[in-house]
């Protein structure tokens, strides 16, 4: 039985909420009584490794590519550099061969594995100025390129871990970029839920929902002229966040220079929110972008960053059965989020 929200208003303990694009469902557990303070009483993990003894202090030769602080290729006085991994996830191999071992499919790990690193030990991304993260963004762009032609190459991932429990080996602020012969699932799902809906409403299901969210405003933290960040209806997570182009695109490479500066505010302001209003939560940033291949076959898609900060951990019940909880209503965070003073 289907109704109205309008018509009915829930007194449950909790919700469960459907992404429309993916169709997983995500727990709202509101009757746990979390408020916005609650989570400043966490312990937060300390992070932070000594500088005399950090990898990243040096320019690591030779670079890919490396950006002084006014945006100029250089390789000395850097601000951020592109290089490779050291212990790389994916490498040089035959590419495009898929085996089998009993029931088994398999295929070599090739791609590629880089480091994109900026100069500050301790300078998180949230506490550059616009044009500092920009510089970032332009190195992820750039370096996107550069891969994106590669024929063993079908998706290249870019996602950046801050803190412990995210994952972060190194607290040196840097980001990661790996490029590989398939089509992740998290993507997949969310290819195909965009595609169905396009295929069924013939229009943008990320366009929708960012129309509906302007329109509504209250899931919105933040805006400026091209992006947007939302706290979003199926939140996986207490203050998770979303950071769309307002504009249509599937492809993240395809930025102009004006819209890389304008996603460094969006982003920077985002995680800048979270950095003052959490107490530096350990969080993990990725890229959701169209795979590499013919650009056609993926214009129903919209490209744009998660942000999902480390506020609770999973158990049974998530491990389980895949259905996320959240203990704060994302109307709620982004009230919380959307006060937050940022410089």
Known sequence: MRVDSNIM????????????????W?????????????????????????????????????????????????????????????????GRGICAVFQRTGPYEWTEGVGHHELVISRDHKKSLGAMTDREAELIFRAYQA?????????????????HNHGRMSG?????????????????????????????????????????????????????????ERFVVVSPYASRSAFEMRVYPKRHGAHFEAITDTDRLMLANAMRTALAKIMIGLKNPDFNFFLHTAPTGDSKDFDHYHWHFE??????????FEIGTGIEISTIAPEVAAVFLRNIKVL
């Open 9 to 24: 208003k829930s007194t449950s303990i909790s919700e469960l909420r459907r992404d429309i694009v993916s169709g997983a």
């Open 26 to 90: 995500v727990v709202i557990a509101t009757g746990r009584g979390k408020r916005p303070h609650d989570f400043l009483k966490q312990k937060q993990s300390v992070f932070n490794q000594p500088k005399a003894n950090c990898p990243f202090e040096k320019l690591i030769s030779p670079p890919f590519l490396a950006y002084d602080h006014e945006g100029h290729t250089t390789d000395k006085n850097w601000w951020v550099q592109v290089t490779a991994n050291k212990y790389p996830a994916f």
């Open 143 to 159: 370096h996107y390129w550069a891969m994106k032609d590669d024929p063993c190459v079908e998706y290249v991932s870019i996602f």
């Open 168 to 224: 972060a080996s190194i607290s040196h602020p840097h980001s990661q970029i790996i490029a590989i012969p398939v089509i992740p699932p998290d993507i997949a799902n969310s290819l195909k839920g965009s595609k169905e809906y396009f295929q069924k409403h013939k229009t943008c299901v990320h366009c929708l929902i960012i129309d509906a969210e302007l329109k509504e405003n209250i899931r919105i933290i933040y805006q400026n």
């Open 307 to 316: 942000i999902i900060p480390k506020t609770a951990i999973w158990a049974g």
